[in-house]
Nanobody
Framework: QWHLEESGGASVEAGGSLRLSCAISGKQYSTYCMGWFRQIPGKERKEREAVALIDSDGRLTYADSVKGRFTISVSQNPNPSTMYLQMGSLKPEDTAVYYC??????????????????????WGQGTQVSVSS
């Protein structure tokens, strides 16, 4: 099994930038699908929304709401050790708890970016991002 732990959440003003990190440990495989999701506090788990996905084929997928502002990446040594989410031009509507997730032995399906991540089993504990206007 693998373990995920997010960090980097903070309170920033609109227009600012943040970089979230997700430390990945435990047993891994060369084929994977990983990503970032976010959930507004008070909303139900089923309302969690995908932000960005990356897989071992190098495919990057972004939610329309963050395209051009957020960048997902993975550092590998040789397996993924840390996943990042570089966030720029932040808006108040980006305020949420951000979660990282990963599954192995499969690539990302194109439909995952439209979902709430119910296909993923392993998650980090989340990191809070607050953007003030």
């Amino acid at each position: 099994q693998w373990h995920l732990e997010e960090s980097g959440g903070a309170s920033v003003e609109a227009g600012g930038s943040l970089r979230l990190s997700c430390a990945i440990s435990g047993k891994q495989y060369s084929t994977y699908c990983m990503g970032w999701f976010r959930q507004i506090p008070g909303k139900e788990r089923k309302e969690r929304e995908a932000v960005a996905l990356i897989d071992s084929d190098g495919r990057l997928t972004y939610a329309d709401s963050v395209k051009g502002r957020f960048t997902i990446s993975v550092s590998q040594n040789p397996n993924p050790s840390t996943m990042y989410l570089q966030m720029g031009s932040l808006k108040p509507e980006d305020t949420a708890v951000y979660y990282c997730t990963a599954e192995y032995l499969r690539l990302c399906s194109p439909t995952l970016i439209s979902g709430n991540g119910r296909e993923f089993v392993t998650w980090g504990q989340g990191t809070q991002v607050s953007v003030s206007s």
